[in-house]
C-alpha cells in the first residue's frame, strides 16, 4: 500500500485518491491566506508559470518512459482520482527501484498557501528545484520510514506535489528526499519541454 501525504487548503477529505491506502494520512490546513496575510518569507515564483494544464487528461505524461525507466523500473503508471488535482501513481516497490511514488498537480493550493500554514508541519525545509522554489513540508517527520513529500511552485497557486515511499529495502530508506528531487528535476524538465 502507498502511504499518501495530502496537504490541502480549505478542503476535509476523506481520502487522497490514488495515494491512499490503509495507513494515509491526510493533513488538512485551514482556510487558504488572504493577500494581506501573505507570509514576507514566501519566496518568488519566478515566470514563466509552467503550464500544467496539458496534462490534465494524461498526468502521468509529466515523466517520459525513459524518465520512469530511471526511477520507476520502466513500470507504468497509472492515473487516479485525487482532490488536489490530475494524479498519476508508479508501483515500483517490487522492481529494483523499491520505490512507489506518485505525481500530482494541485490546483487547490499556491506556495503562499504553504508558507502561511509552516508551523503545522513538523518537517518543513524550504528548497529549490532547478528554478523552482519548493519546500518538503509533511505533517511528521517521516523520511526514517521511507516517505517524503516535495511540493514545487510551477505558478503563483498551483503545485506539483511529488509523494515518495521506498521499500524497506532500499539502500537509501531512510534518505527518501533526494529521490522525490530527483523525480521533481525529471517532471520539471517535462514540463520546460
Known sequence: MFLGICVVAGLSLAGCGGLSGSNATTVTSGMAPTSSSVPSDVPTVPSPDLDTSRFAADPCGMLT???VKQVGAGVRGKTEENPLGPSCVWNAASTAAKNNFAVTVNNQIGLADMYA???NFRLWEPTRVGDRPAVFAIDDDIRNMGLCRLDIATAQKTLVNIDVRLSPSAT??????PRATAIGEMVLATLKG
Open 172 to 177: 537509501d530508506y531512510t534518505n527518501p528526499c
Open 117 to 119: 500554514r509552516k508551523a
Open 65 to 67: 518512459t525513459e524518465q
